[in-house]
């Protein structure tokens, strides 16, 4: 019932930027927060950045003052903006949008992951 499509990963050099997209579509009422987490190798997934209706943004440490999330709600859009990446930020990237759909229930979603990987 809902759809995602993520985009924007890649290979970067240490100090680089990747933005990152993810849309979701289908028979959504109302998305209330839009997460990114990423999954390293032989890593439990952590939360990067969350993201909530209103615009209240909160970061995992390690990406504070080096990432940014952002929302188009009218696209029920997010972004994960990445500056200055460093090799411990190569990862798998997944976007987990959760609010309610059309018929009334609550929903959670992931998106199917983009690889993101910085070279030192």
């Known amino acids: 019932q809902v759809q995602l499509v993520e985009s924007g990963g890649g290979l970067v050099q240490a100090g680089g930027s990747l933005r990152l997209s993810c849309a979701a579509s289908?028979?959504?009422?109302?998305?209330?927060?839009m997460g990114w987490y990423r999954q390293a190798p032989g890593k439990q997934r952590e939360l990067v950045a969350v993201?909530?209706?209103?615009?209240?943004?909160n970061y995992a440490d390690p990406v504070k003052g080096r990432f940014t999330i952002s929302r188009d709600n009218a696209k029920n859009t997010a972004y994960l903006q990445m500056n200055s990446l460093k090799p411990e930020d190569t990862a798998v990237y997944y976007c987990?949008?959760?609010?309610?759909?059309?018929?009334?229930?609550?929903?959670?979603?992931w998106g199917q992951g983009t690889q993101v990987t910085v070279s030192s």
């Open positions: 289908g028979s959504i009422f109302a998305i209330r927060t």
């Open positions: 993201i909530t209706s209103g615009g209240s943004t």
């Open positions: 987990n949008p959760q609010g309610v759909l059309t018929g009334g229930s609550h929903f959670t979603s």
